[in-house]
């Protein structure tokens, strides 16, 4: 067990070498070096001087706003004897099955390549290119063909821990959902208190701005004080303040203050190269976002005419190395391929892709093109939602946000509360996990309305924490089995009153 000090100490060491070696920090030096000229800095106290001048400039909450961001992003730190793949994952059996899952995704690609008869990547004939370039903004004409792949779900159903006593037969040693792994998942009341600014008692956006509800009683002042919060540039305010749910005019500002993203001049020229490698090479993987945009986001009432913008960022996704930083905390792994003619030798080993592109991702940047209309912006947003929170539901871990735990604690949820309605489903044939899946694995985009979409994700980035997914499934599924006869678009549903239902009006 690591003692609290020494965890801390550790804590503040990963912060002070992540920072040492970004841009804030030569941006503070150069600040300080400017400061040094100025006549109220004194050399008697030029220390204290230049933390005064830092403060009222600004810098200090920047620097704060960084530190919390780290925070936010990584792990507790653990044990400095814990081996590397421990803290990746510390359950063995699960890192096994990861490892499984991602041999499936390169034997797929490997079939690709040999069934189209295209390598993994190659560099664009210089025709190609400029032919690219003009249409970067109406890339949606074009439509390679590409395979299918195969579903995270069954590995999920398949999933199994050895040391542990579970046979086939129901008993009261094993979970009789599809999930048969023994973690340990929140019930009602603990997830009345990590939530609790949902109280019935406190104002919440989605329930008390509704046209019943006369604006000055609570939308008003919310929104005021949403306006000092972002006058503050305070990320920590920010989000506590989004608990309650983001005006629609300050999400955009509230959510970006929280992923401590500005948009800074060398954040464009970052996208900028990003959009140029994708100009001068092809990957396989391209024709897989092709494919997935052509599949969901064209087809969707509310997302077909972002197109562009979702091949814009998600092909400069795919190529951006430094994606690669969130393997350190995830239990996946990048996979490695080799330069031709150089396989098994490691000096000549890259990883390909850079990022790999799972089902879903297409669904889980379309909502932020309602809030973003600059590409390098929305990719950053993207960006930083990926590393913190969406690639947990496309990799196999214990973690109590990862795709694993949260559909247990919706079959666990749904078991307990709604026994009756969970054994009858079970009975015929109906598991409801089977539905849900597709829900939480998308983070619920692409099926509810994007205004209950986006206040559903103002409580993600507000609680840091995607186990409000299982919550908000285990409602949806009991509603929908009760107005599916009544009912039949499910997009029309309220996101907060169910989610306030659920939560603090369920017997326990």
Known sequence: MLDPERGLSLTIARVVQRLQGSSLHSQLERQARVSLHKPEIKLESLKEDIKDFLKTSGWEKKLQNAVYSELNVFPSPCHPAAPPEHIKEP????????GSWEKRILKSLNSMCTE???????????????ELLNKWNEMGTDEPECNDRATIFKVLMNLRNPNYENGEQPSFRNHLGL???????????ELKEDFSELGLNIGQLGIDDSAQVPPEFFENEHVRIGQKVLAEQDSAAAQQYVRQGCPTALRADLWALILN??????????????????????????????????????????YFVFEDYLYQVLLCFSRDTSVLEHFTYSSAT????????????????????????YNSFILSVAPLCFLYHEPS?????????????????????????????????????????LPQLFYHLREIGAQPLRISFKWMVRAFSGYLATDQLLLLWDRIL???????????????????????????????????????????????
């Open 261 to 302: 993203i500005s948009n800074q001049p060398e954040d464009i020229l970052y996208y900028e190269q990003l959009k140029s490698n994708v100009i001068q090479h092809d990957l396989l993987v391209d024709s897989l976002i092709y494919k997935d945009v052509k599949l969901t986001a064209s087809n969707d009432d509310y």
């Open 334 to 357: 990048p996979p490695k391929s080799y330069i031709q003619g150089k396989l098994g030798m490691e000096e000549y080993a890259v990883f390909y892709p850079p990022n790999v592109n």
């Open 91 to 98: 359950l063995a059996y699960m890192r096994k099955a990861q």
């Open 377 to 417: 912006k929305l990719y950053q947003i993207f960006r930083e939602m990926y590393v913190r929170f969406f690639f947990r539901l496309h990799s196999i871990s214990s973690h109590p946000s990862g795709i694993v735990s949260l559909c247990l604690l919706f079959e666990t949820l749904l078991q307990t509360h």
């Open 462 to 508: 507000g609680y840091n924490s995607l186990e409000i997914l299982a919550g908000k499934s285990y409602f949806y599924k009991m509603c929908e089995v009760c107005v599916n006869a009544v009912l039949a678009d499910l997009s029309t549903l309220k996101v907060m009153p169910l989610l306030q239902i659920f939560l603090f009006a369920t017997v326990t």
């Open 116 to 130: 189209l008869n295209i390598p993994l990547a190659q560099k664009r004939p210089v025709n190609e290119q400029k």
């Open 179 to 189: 999930i048969q792994v023994p973690l340990k998942v929140k019930d009602i009341p």
